[in-house]
Antibody
Framework: EVQLVQSGAEVKKPGESLKISCKGS????????IAWVRQMPGKGLEWMGI????????RYSPSFQGQVTISADKSISTAYLQWTSLKASDTAIYYC??????????????WGQGTTVIVSS | SSELTQDPAVSVALGQTVRITCQGD??????ASWYQQKPGQAPVLVIY???NRPSGIPDRFSGSNSENTASLTITGALAEDEADYYC????????????FGGGTKLTVL
């Protein structure tokens, strides 16, 4: 079964660092781009950035550039989303998702279950 | 950067047909993909490309495109189709970035 399994919920304080993970299985992890998507409480989906696990080429939405770091370790089929100093406004559910392999199409066909991040003093 | 615009809310009577639209300049170049999200669940891809459905998505879901507008049509809406629907496409940057529409809350009456 093709799946992305994300790390568990986190409760952190403002200013703390955090790294959440997304582990792929059931397919060749290195051949699909992985995207990260934010959903703030009661709000819509926001595209944050993507990474190509084979060479760790990462690209960011201008809204998230410099705010987070996306990385990957292809040896363990895992992508990461990282903050160095969390803010209360980072409270959200974060999803990872696999991009469709066919370059003729765009879309995300496999999604992780989401990681809830709560930042509160 | 690019933006995708969706109506915030749409309603449809049970068994009727509803169209959800998404507008944006990037849709002149790229096809939209569409996602269904139910409360407390991760999004699910329902349409991608010109009009492609992933395995397991019912054929009452279809997609179409015209100039800067993409549309998701549900023919014969069921109660279980009540959900938020999001369109998604690449932006115009040329750097493989993506963008989502604001989402449409579909109510089945």
């Amino acid at each position: 079964e093709v799946q992305l399994v994300q790390s568990g919920a986190e409760v952190k304080k403002p200013g703390e660092s955090l790294k959440i993970s997304c582990k792929g299985s059931g397919y060749s992890f290195t051949t699909h781009w992985i995207a990260w998507v934010r959903q703030m409480p009661g709000k819509g989906l926001e595209w944050m950035g993507i990474i190509y696990p084979d060479d760790s080429d990462a690209r960011y939405s201008p809204s998230f550039q410099g705010q987070v770091t996306i990385s990957a370790d292809k040896s363990i089929s895992t992508a990461y989303l990282q903050w160095t100093s969390l803010k209360a406004s980072d409270t959200a559910i974060y999803y990872c998702a696999r991009e469709i392999l066919d370059p003729a199409y765009y879309g995300m066909d496999v999604w992780g279950q989401g990681t809830t991040v709560i930042v509160s003093s | 950067s690019s933006e995708l615009t969706q109506d915030p809310a749409v309603s449809v009577a049970l068994g009727q047909t509803v169209r959800i639209t998404c507008q944006g300049d990037s849709l002149r170049i790229y096809y939209a993909s569409w996602y269904q999200q139910k409360p407390g669940q991760a999004p699910v891809l329902v349409i991608y490309g010109k009009n492609n459905r992933p395995s397991g998505i019912p054929d009452r879901f279809s997609g179409s495109n015209s100039e800067n507008t993409a549309s998701l049509t549900i023919t014969g809406a069921l109660a279980e189709d009540e959900a938020d629907y999001y369109c998604n496409s690449r932006d115009n940057s040329g750097h493989r970035l993506g963008v989502f529409g604001g989402g449409t809350k579909l109510t089945v009456l």
